[in-house]
């Protein structure tokens, strides 16, 4: 068998269509939101590339430096032979897990860019001649069907991407996974902290800017793709604390009364002078939390690492 293969599930107008649906939708109701998923064009890559170097955004080097000292133990805990990656892109931060399962067989990137899946397999496979990948073109947060690999099988879901989705979301996605777990197979889920507020909203409101323009990407996508004309001067960055929900809001705030004009869609929307669009939502957790949303899932917290600040945790659990 090839050590690579590649399996699109979405159909090759998936993104087209998914963009289209969630632009209608969410500028069509009040309050106005956009997906935070439409930030990633190869520029919004770029720019989030850029913020995870930045002082101010503490989460990519919390969940690297946990990842470096646990992943032995990780490892040892999960036995996993297969390793399947939610949202993987470049499979960077997975390394070093890969690197500490020596029994590991086949490896399954996720991922809704095809390029990146394929760019990621080449460079593991030049550095691991004897492992297997099998990538999928898929979204993770829809039905997944995995392909057969031998177990145990861990589900790795890093970034803490998982407080990107509503309660109710991530309700749905737990569900989903566990639904898809098997006796022996484990979930490696990636939670940014609760901390103070200084800190949380510094990681979202950068002193240079870079997040602000992460931040307005989503409308060059909206202008690029569907024919739109938002002027993205006209729009301010906001970031703030949610201490009720616990979690960071990410807004676009219009400096002036304007209509956008979607030409694909032929849809026209109004924005009131200081109106704001909702672009990401960030959640921080608990330990209490994340061990209780996974209970209502189905799953047990088996294990529970921080990095040495106490910012970022990496759980680990099993199917009840």
């Not at 899946?117 to 995995?146: I, M, N, W």
Request: proline residues 5%.
């Amino acid at each position: 068998m090839s050590p690579f293969l590649l399996t699109r599930t979405l159909p090759a107008d998936a993104t087209d269509a998914a963009l289209r649906a969630d632009v209608l939708s969410g500028l069509t109701r009040q309050p106005k939101t956009l997906p935070p998923k439409w930030f990633y064009d190869a520029r919004g890559s770029d720019l989030f590339e850029e913020i995870t170097r930045l002082a101010e955004y503490y989460p990519t080097r919390a969940e690297r430096e946990i990842l470096i000292a646990r992943a032995g133990e990780i490892a040892a805990a999960s036995g996993a032979r297969t390793l399947i990656e939610l949202g993987s892109g470049s499979s960077e931060k997975t390394r070093h897990l890969l690197d500490a399962l020596p029994a590991l067989h086949t490896y399954v990137p996720v991922d809704v860019s095809e390029s990146a899946l394929a760019g990621a397999a080449k460079a593991l496979l030049a550095e691991r001649p004897g492992l297997s990948v099998h990538a999928l073109v898929a979204d993770f947060t829809h039905a997944l069907e995995l392909p057969g690999s031998p177990g145990p099988r861990l589900v790795v879901f890093l970034g803490g991407t998982l407080g990107n989705l509503l309660p109710h979301e991530r309700a749905d996605f737990l569900r989903s996974v566990r639904a898809r777990l098997e006796p022996g197979d484990g979930l490696l889920l990636g939670t940014d902290l609760v901390k103070d507020e200084a800190t949380l909203v510094a990681a979202y409101d950068d002193a240079a800017g870079v997040t602000a323009a992460f931040n307005k990407n989503v409308l060059a996508v909206v202008n690029r793709e569907l024919g739109a004309d938002f002027p993205l001067d006209d729009f301010g960055h906001v970031a703030l604390w949610d201490p009720d929900h616990e979690w960071v809001e990410m807004r676009l705030r219009a400096r002036r009364a304007l209509t956008v004009k979607v030409r694909e869609l032929d849809l026209l929307v109004q924005f009131e002078e200081g109106e704001e669009l909702r672009t990401e939502i960030s959640a921080k957790f608990r330990e209490e939390r994340v061990r209780d949303e996974l209970a209502a899932a189905g799953m047990r917290l088996d294990q529970w690492w921080t990095d040495a600040a106490g910012r970022f945790a990496l759980s680990l659990a099993t199917a009840d």
